[in-house]
């Protein structure tokens, strides 16, 4: 069997972040079992910050610790995405350039709201497997930004969406995808994916959401179990309690993956309350970790689950990890593959705790001043100089250099390295 | 089955999900958020209703349900 899967994985959990609970009393949210969510933080963008610099940020380290050599094997550059600002022209070309990648790659971008990241995955690790051109690599970029407010009015889409403030977060995920896979080697062929039409969660005007909560909890639930289902019809012997050592979820919110998983103890293996409630803390709390500090960040939340199971979970003998990714609308796929302990140790290199420690916690004022000032940065802005001064504390917080948003001219985006 | 039985079985599991709730005093035109279930205890009380009662059937059925009656309907019409 070929090696197929992740050889390098970062995660860049943005630059600012706020308090759940202080936000939740702010807005005046009925806080009633507001504990039940396992929500406490979450990443804000900055307004000179968008889903390209975060990318880059995501991405910047792996391409720094390649030979010139490994990176011009880099043929293909996918971003994955809900968040793009342009229906046109990829992002993965913003990236491509400031990343500095050879140009014999393809780049081009993915929509699939919450699923993208896993879609790129997928498509990179059938790149490899196809041996068109032994070797290569692929660097998958799924990153998003939750800007804006709410849509405002309606009646079914905006009941009780105002939940989606505190849970929706803002980071990327970058995953060198190659036959190489130092990270998380790939089960070829062990993909249970299902996916039909519901109108649960979208993003059908720019720079804001829409979305029936409860709605989209049901459909999360109901593909879970078929896409578990038809692993299970592909890898006839997997079993939802002994097979995986580990769970890593889309994580929307952390209350929602305990409820989940509580879903499939039950049905799967009709477990018992204490059983399930232990079962949760050893292989699905590890993922969550790194989840409830940056929040949901779309496309790249199934990768952060990932990675905070690798550097919270025991690997001193390889152990499988299953995979659940779920993106509205809908489509979803359970998957999985083998971490080891050389996988931990290659994660550490990227100090990712580290960089969530550094980042600005923001005051409620601060908060309110940034959501206001983003506005100067919305969908379709032809012309803009950010306020490189705004909240400037932040632009310092980090002792590595960061891609920001410098310019918006005639619509082309221009960057700036801090330090 | 009928509606009042299906009732009696949703009331239960309220009662289970949400022990802090009297279930004696639950009225079927109540919606779930009243009386303190987050969506993750609504989700729940919808699938162990289902589970009592031998449904299967998708969970996405249930979806723009707005009160107890009207998940208690989609409840009978499916057994």
Redesign the interface.
């Known amino acids: 069997m070929q090696l197929v899967g992740i050889e390098m994985l970062n995660i860049f959990g943005g630059s600012a972040y706020l308090d759940v609970d202080q936000l939740a009393s702010h807005r005046g949210l009925d806080k009633t079992r507001f504990d039940n969510l396992l929500m406490k933080e979450k990443s804000v963008a900055l307004p000179y910050e968008d889903p390209v610099s975060l990318g880059v940020n995501a991405a910047k380290p792996i391409i720094d610790a390649l030979s010139d050599s490994e990176k011009d094997r880099i043929e293909m550059l996918i971003t994955c995405t809900e968040s793009s600002f342009d229906f046109g022209k990829s992002m993965s070309s913003y990236m491509h350039d400031y990343l500095g990648l050879n140009r014999n790659c393809r780049l081009f971008e993915i929509k699939s709201a919450c699923y993208s990241g896993t879609t790129g995955l997928q498509v990179g690790i059938n790149f490899v497997l196809s041996q068109v051109s032994p070797g290569a690599k692929v660097l998958v970029i799924a990153t998003d930004i939750s800007r804006f407010l709410v849509a405002e009015g309606g009646g079914v889409l905006s009941e009780g969406w105002s939940f989606a403030e505190p849970s929706s977060g803002a980071g990327a995920a970058a995953m060198l995808v190659s036959d190489r896979p130092y990270i998380f080697q790939v089960d070829v062929g062990a993909n249970g994916y299902y996916g039909f039409e519901v109108m649960d969660t979208c993003r059908p005007v720019a720079d804001s959401e829409a979305g029936d909560s409860d709605l989209s909890l049901l459909s999360y639930l109901d593909c879970l179990q078929q896409s578990f289902s038809e692993y299970q019809k592909r890898v006839p012997d997997a079993n939802y309690l002994e097979s995986f050592s580990y769970l890593a979820f889309h994580t929307p919110f952390g209350g929602m993956i305990k409820g989940a998983h509580r879903t499939m103890m039950r049905k799967m293996l009709k477990a018992k309350a204490d059983v399930i409630e232990s079962d949760f803390e050893e292989r699905v709390f590890p993922g969550l970790i790194y989840c409830q500090r940056v929040g949901n960040i779309m496309g790249a939340t199934t990768a952060l689950s990932l990675v905070s199971t690798i550097e919270h979970g025991e690997f001193y003998s390889p152990k499988r990890v299953g995979c659940f990714s779920y993106g509205s609308g809908c489509c979803s796929e359970f998957f999985s593959g083998v971490v080891t302990a050389e996988s931990q140790e290659y994660l550490k290199q990227f100090n990712i705790a580290d960089k969530l420690d550094q980042r600005y916690p923001l005051s409620m004022d601060e908060y309110d001043a940034l959501i206001k000032e983003s506005t100067t940065v919305r969908f379709g802005t032809r012309n803009v100089k950010l306020d490189t001064g705004f909240l400037d504390g932040v632009r310092n917080s980090s002792d590595m250099p960061r891609l920001f948003l410098k310019e918006i001219k005639e619509y082309h985006r221009l960057y700036e390295w801090s330090q | 089955m009928e509606k009042k039985n299906v009732f009696l079985i949703v009331k239960d599991v309220i009662s289970e999900v949400l022990p802090d709730v009297d279930s004696d005093g639950v009225k079927i035109e109540q919606n779930l ?1 009243s009386l ?9 009380i ?2 162990l209703s289902m589970e009592r009662l031998g449904i299967k059937l ?3 059925s ?3 349900v707005e009160n107890i009656e009207e998940m208690v309907d989609v409840l009978v019409d499916n057994t």
Do not use: H, Q, W, Y
């Open positions: 958020k303190g279930a987050n969506s993750i205890d609504r989700t729940e919808v699938m998708p969970l996405v249930f979806g723009g």
